[in-house]
């Protein structure tokens, strides 16, 4: 249902309570017309070791995401869509799809996740086969990416995980590591390389990297914003994200 503001579509976004980059990074792509309205997955901001931490962090949001998909809602949102994007990849291709089958179920409407948004934004370039990975995770956590890459027709050529050291620490990376990142993943052979982890600030850097490299490097926030907005008709060209939200 669409309001004043939100007169063109009302988006249900669901993040962990932990993240502070996804909602101002979706705000500042908004087109006129656009809203997105925020229901949180209570997770705790305990430090992450390794990957029985990693593991743990993943079963707390699977036991809070569904009362979050209930709480948003009650919002009567157009389109809902995950702002967290680790769980999207958990289980490869089969684990993805069926994860946006229960999220449909429980919404009653359709949903973006990022694991479709971001394959789907990759195809937008023709057939690039060939990406490297850069994430915030442990290395549970890139394998898990890795395999859902996989089994939907990429090669990941190199995969570099921050390993933050909890899931608030992941919005302190600076610009500067993710640059560095970028660098050691490009190579003549990688066609394109994709940013995972919605609390990683990098949507206003990824223009940059793709301009310099001169090849599509995308944030997993703009995939995942341009997916929500495409899949509802919504057109508009927005500037200052990357080539995916200023030419498809």
């Not at 909602?23 to 901001?45: K, L, N, W, Y």
């Amino acid at each position: 249902m669409v309001d004043r503001l939100g007169y063109r579509m009302k988006f249900g976004v669901i993040a962990p309570s932990t993240n502070t980059i996804v909602q101002p990074e979706f705000d500042a792509m908004s087109p006129h017309g656009v809203t997105s309205h925020f229901s949180r997955i209570h997770i705790p901001d305990d430090p992450l070791g390794g990957d029985d931490d990693f593991e743990l962090l993943m079963e707390r949001i699977r036991a809070e995401l569904m009362q979050a998909v209930d709480r948003v809602m009650t919002a009567r949102p157009n389109h809902v869509v995950m702002g967290m994007s680790s769980e999207t990849f958990w289980g490869g291709l089969a684990g993805s799809i069926e994860l946006k089958a229960k999220l449909e179920a429980r919404a009653g409407m359709a949903v973006t996740t990022g694991s479709d948004a971001s394959q789907g934004a990759l195809r937008c370039y023709g057939d690039i086969k060939r990406i490297a990975v850069m994430t915030p995770y442990m290395p549970v956590g890139d394998e898990e990416v890795r395999k859902f890459f996989t089994e939907t027709g990429f090669e990941v050529m190199a995969i570099e995980g921050f390993k933050c050291e909890s899931p608030t620490a992941i919005a302190h990376v600076t610009g500067e590591q993710m640059r560095d990142a970028v660098i050691r993943l490009n190579d003549p052979q990688v066609e394109a390389i994709l940013q995972v982890g919605t609390n990683l600030a990098f949507a206003d850097l990824a223009p940059m990297a793709e301009f310099w490299l001169d090849k599509p490097v995308l944030a997993i926030n703009t995939a995942t914003y341009w997916h929500a907005l495409r899949i509802n008709g919504i057109d508009d060209r927005i500037a200052g994200f990357g080539s995916l939200l200023e030419d498809y």
